[in-house]
């Protein structure tokens, strides 16, 4: 079975600070995608980033990046120079491939406050 | 439609009534999925479906939950006899068939119900 876990539940943190929100996962299957999404207090799941499990490749987008590590399962997300409107809960979330479904296991989400 | 529309925003109901939520997916998105978000469980799967038929019923918790979607396009939520438990925000979401597996998901702001 297909698992996701976000140790972390809720970190506060001071505006400009970084931040990293840690995910770790679990699956059998050799071929998967990883997600990160962040739910605002408007309640919509915006989509941030999607990886497939054969691109470990890391990736910087203006105060996003992401490391993907295959062989400790974890799929970390950092924010740098954290702004207020970063404030939200995050999920990461992990992609069953079983042909068009797209079915997603999320972990509980990381609620992040970052304050003025 | 520019996005993914829920209706209605909030539901208060009486335990033991039905109700229905609605879901207006993106225009041309042939796939749609229904998950349930509740305090400490985080985002669950309830249903996935394909144009209108529904390949994937797997997380649907009971008999009393039951969905359709007509047309490829609306789709309906039913939850007959509500109970206490089933209070929760219901999302959908859709999404076009790209990528097998990987297909973003574009979500809604969700249908908060709460039973009495």
């Known amino acids: 079975a297909q698992k996701v876990t976000q140790a972390q539940t809720e970190i506060s943190v001071v505006e400009k600070e970084d931040v990293t929100l840690d995910c770790v996962y679990e699956?059998?299957?050799?071929?998967?995608?990883l997600f990160w999404y962040k739910q605002p207090p408007s309640g919509e799941l915006v989509f941030l980033i999607r990886?497939?499990?054969?691109?470990?490749q890391n990736e910087i987008s203006g105060r996003y990046s992401w490391n993907f590590q295959k062989s400790t399962s974890s799929f970390n997300f950092t924010i740098t120079a954290s702004q207020v409107v970063d404030s939200a809960v995050y999920f990461c979330?992990?992609?069953?491939?079983?042909?068009?479904?797209?079915?997603?296991?999320f972990g509980k989400g990381i609620t992040l406050s970052v304050r003025p | 439609g520019a996005g993914v529309s829920q209706s209605p925003s909030n539901k208060v109901t009486e335990k033991g009534k039905d109700v229905e939520l609605r879901c207006d997916p993106i225009?041309?998105?042939?796939?749609l999925y229904w998950y349930r978000q509740s305090l400490g469980q985080g985002l669950e799967f309830l249903i996935y479906?394909?144009?209108?038929?529904?390949?994937?019923k797997s997380g649907l918790p009971s008999d009393r939950f039951s969905a359709e979607r007509t047309g490829g396009s609306v789709s309906t939520l039913t939850i007959q006899r509500t109970q206490q438990e089933d209070s929760a925000v219901y999302l959908c979401?859709?999404?076009?068939?790209?990528?097998?597996?990987?297909?973003?998901?574009?979500f809604g702001a969700g249908s908060r119900l709460t039973v009495l």
């Open positions: 979401a859709s999404s076009s068939r790209i990528y097998s597996g990987a297909n973003v998901l574009t």
């Open positions: 979330a992990l992609s069953e491939l079983t042909g068009a479904n797209s079915k997603l296991t």
């Open positions: 990886r497939n499990s054969f691109d470990e």
């Open positions: 699956t059998r299957d050799t071929t998967y995608y």
């Open positions: 225009s041309g998105h042939t796939a």
């Open positions: 479906f394909q144009g209108n038929s529904a390949p994937d």
